[in-house]
Every structure is written in structure tokens, then in C-alpha cells.
């Protein structure tokens, strides 16, 4: 890491600050602090923003963990933070995704047309629907209208929304993680970081 990691347990200079350290800590249990938490909690605010809005993300919304996985590994991917890929691909993996589906979700460069999703038993429909998503907002920040359109097909609005909060959500994380190089992994690419 590019700055030293906070002592674990975390010192705290006011009740606030202990507070905060608490509630990154309940939404941690069982596991111990990680290494994103303790370059965090260098500012005890941040920290506390953004424990409450990935706890959102990742445990409040309808999203099955399957897609939820499935987008911020493609996050991963795209923006080479192997962190996160490090984290999260087995958790994919662990809700369903194919081998085969992770393949994809690894690639490089994913050739796609919407319309031409792979075979039912590497990504289902709905799989390949958010992975093309997640990679043209990473990418592209602006999403084609054909694929919006496809999403839109197969998604509620609550769904399109989560979605489309969990990639963004997971933007921020891998930025913050790449440019601190939090964890160690800048550079080692998904295979060394599994």
C-alpha cells in the first residue's frame, strides 16, 4: 500500500471515531478488519460513508448474489483491481457462475452483440445482460441504448437501479483500491490474486 495501514485495532482519538470503527467492525463480524477497511479509517468519516453505502449495496439489495458477483467482477476486470477480484470471484463462483461464465467474466476484451449471449449453461441471459452492462459503464461510463434496452427487458426498475448502483459503487472501490494499491495487488493480474 502506498500509505501505512491504520493499526488494528484501530486507535481513536473520540467517542465518534470509535463509534464508526464499531460499525465497520459489526458489518465485518465474523471476519477481521480488512486492508481496504484500515486505509479507510485514515479518515474515520469516509470510512463510515462508505461502510454504510456498500453495506446497502452488498447485503439490502434484491439483486441475487450470482449478478451482484458477476458486476463487480467485471469491475474488477476492466479496471485491473485485483483486490477485488480477489474477493469477489470466488463469491461468484460460490452463487452459481460457471467456470466457463467466469471465463468470460475474466476476459480482457469481451466481443459482444447483445443480442448474442453465449450458451445458456456459461452465462444465463440475465448473466450476460449485466456483464455487457457492467463493462460498457466501467468502459464507457455511457451505456448504448440497445443494451440499456436489454437490461431494461429482463429488470425491474428497483432491479435497473441496483444494478446500476452496484457497478458504479463498485467503480469507486476498485479506483480507491488501485490507486493506493490497497492489498498488494496492482500489477499481479486475477491469477496471482485468486
Known sequence: MRLPYVSNPPATSSDEDAAIVARVQARRAPRPLQPLDLALLHSPPVADGWNSFLGAVRT???????????????VAVVNRAWYEWMHHAPLAEAAGVSKEGMALVKADEVEYTI????????????????????????????????????LRALFNEREVVEITATVACYNCVSRFLVALDVGEKNGLGPDAAH
Not at 439490502?60 to 467485471?74: G, K, N, V, Y
Not at 461510463?141 to 434496452?149: C, H, I, K, M, S
Request: charged residues 30%.
Open 115 to 150: 443480442g448474442e449471449a453465449p450458451a445458456e449453461d456459461v452465462l444465463s441471459g440475465k448473466q450476460w445482460v449485466v456483464l455487457c452492462y457492467a463493462d460498457e459503464m466501467t468502459r464507457n461510463v455511457e451505456v448504448r441504448g440497445e443494451t440499456f434496452a436489454r
Open 60 to 74: 439490502r439489495t434484491t439483486i441475487p448474489a450470482h449478478l451482484r458477483e458477476i458486476a463487480i467482477s467485471r
